[in-house]
């Protein structure tokens, strides 16, 4: 299982938020970039980026600045927020990013999502934000009637290479994964799944390294990470030996 340090960009800055809230931030730097080189330099081999401007504008916003840590920062980059058509995709992948997460789009346009996975096969991941067991989307601000299996559903014929599963009411406050949810979910797909939201300690990372077995590959972790709740090569030797 790999684990994946989250490196939200609010304004320019590396922020957290707290259930998706914008007005619930805390600033951790005001350069992400030495943020995301500080943890590959811990044993990261994957950053999960976000641009928070981009998902609450619906429009890439910081993406000179996502440009600066893909040419400073090793790891592989996966980025999402605003990310609503081909032309943004591909300009991404041109400036290096691996992997490009599609949210919104996903709900409003499936068939562009399908188009993309062809175009990129293994480079497009899936992004299931969820709340109350209902889909949220643009930014986490409206609500969807239809449930994350349902959409998973939907691309299990495409060619995307994972889907991050993010629990809204846990991202950000440090309660714990929904172990049962996430179970229910990747029993439910072929697709592998990313788990996301309420990673708080190194024994939520040994609870979910059991769920290997029914497709969730990896771990996303944000706020554990910069409390210092969770240090983050003892996590990723944890999940490389799981156990």
């Known amino acids: ?103 919104t789009v996903a709900i409003k346009n499936s068939d562009m999502v399908i188009e993309a996975s062809e175009i990129f096969p293994g480079r497009i991941i899936l ?19 239809v449930t994350p299996i349902e959409i998973a559903k939907r691309f299990e014929s495409s060619k995307i290479s994972s889907i991050i599963y993010t629990d809204i009411k846990r991202d950000g406050m440090k309660t714990g994964p ?18 996301s939201g309420g990673i708080s300690s190194i024994e939520d990372i040994k609870r979910l390294l059991p769920l290997k077995s029914y497709g969730v590959e990896g771990v996303i972790i944000g706020r554990a990470l910069y409390d210092g709740d969770i240090n983050l090569a003892e996590a990723i030797k944890i999940a490389k030996e799981g156990v």
């Open 127 to 145: 992004g299931i934000d969820a709340r109350d067991g209902k889909i949220a989307v643009e930014g986490w601000t409206k609500g969807e009637d």
């Open 1 to 103: 299982m790999i684990i994946i340090p989250a490196v939200d960009i609010k304004e320019g800055r590396c922020v957290r938020l707290k259930q998706g809230i914008a007005s619930e931030e805390t600033i951790f730097s005001d350069q992400p970039e030495e943020m995301a080189k500080r943890w590959y330099d811990m044993g990261a081999q994957r950053i999960h980026v976000v641009d928070l401007d981009g998902a609450f504008s619906g429009r890439p916003v910081n993406i000179r600045l996502i440009e600066k840590i893909v040419k400073n920062v090793p790891a592989e980059i996966e980025i999402g927020g605003g990310i609503r058509d081909i032309d943004t995709i591909k300009r991404y992948i041109e400036i290096g990013v691996k992997y490009v997460i599609l949210g």
């Open 178 to 195: 929904n172990i049962d949810v996430i179970k229910k979910l990747a029993s439910s797909t072929n697709i592998p799944i990313i788990a």
